[in-house]
């Protein structure tokens, strides 16, 4: 069994244990925000190790829309090598826990539509897409089992 490396970012080290320690009851929303947050573990495509990635949730016909915004970097966060490299993952939503297969989504127009759905549920992404070249990812999940 891989072993659990917490994020290097203090606050989203301490979402995930008090998410996945309350078994999905406390630290399910983003801070003041009150939007709902869910909870995917991936594995690092390097060490392995098994890694938590809290993100905004964003539902489309029960299909989850991960967006690997990361507040408009100029870089992907890491875990979007991860998800590329194993799309297996496990997305916890609250108290329910699904495995899921992710696939980043090229083609534009459907983009174009779940990019509107996770705007919606997370105004925040428009303006993180408006400051950076990157054109920031975005991955669906879909029940595996
Ligand atoms: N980030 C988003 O991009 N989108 C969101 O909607 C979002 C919402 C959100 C809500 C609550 C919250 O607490 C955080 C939220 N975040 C959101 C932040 C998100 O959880 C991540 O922290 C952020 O996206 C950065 O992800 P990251 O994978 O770049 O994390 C870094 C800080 C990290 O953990 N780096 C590790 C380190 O040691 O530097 C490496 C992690 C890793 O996966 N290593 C790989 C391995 O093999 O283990 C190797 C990777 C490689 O290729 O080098």
Redesign the pocket.
């Known amino acids: 069994m891989s072993e659990y ?5 203090k ?2 080290r ?3 244990e008090l998410y996945e320690g309350s078994g999905g009851t406390q630290g399910t929303t ?2 003041e925000s009150g939007l709902p ?1 869910i909870i ?1 573990t ?8 098994i ?6 949730r ?1 539902v489309d016909d029960g299909k989850y829309i ?6 408009g970097a100029p870089k ?7 998800l590329k ?1 194993d799309p297996n993952v496990e997305i916890r939503d609250e108290t329910n826990v699904f495995d899921m297969r992710v696939r980043e989504i090229s083609d534009s127009n459907e983009k174009q539509r779940l990019w509107d759905i ?1 705007v919606a549920a ?1 105004p925040p ?1 428009q303006e993180y897409q408006d400051k950076t070249d990157r054109a ?1 990812p975005v991955f669906i999940a879909e029940k595996s089992s």
């Not at 490396?5 to 970012?9: G, H, L």
């Not at 991936?42 to 190790?49: Q, T, V, Y």
């Not at 992907?76 to 991860?82: C, H, I, L, Q, R």
């Open positions: 490396i917490p994020s290097t970012a606050w989203v301490e979402q995930v983003l801070k947050v995917v991936h594995r690092g495509r390097k060490s392995g190790a890694r938590k990635t809290p993100l905004m964003a991960l967006v690997a915004s990361m507040g992907n966060p890491v875990w979007y090598y991860n490299a996770a997370y992404y920031i």
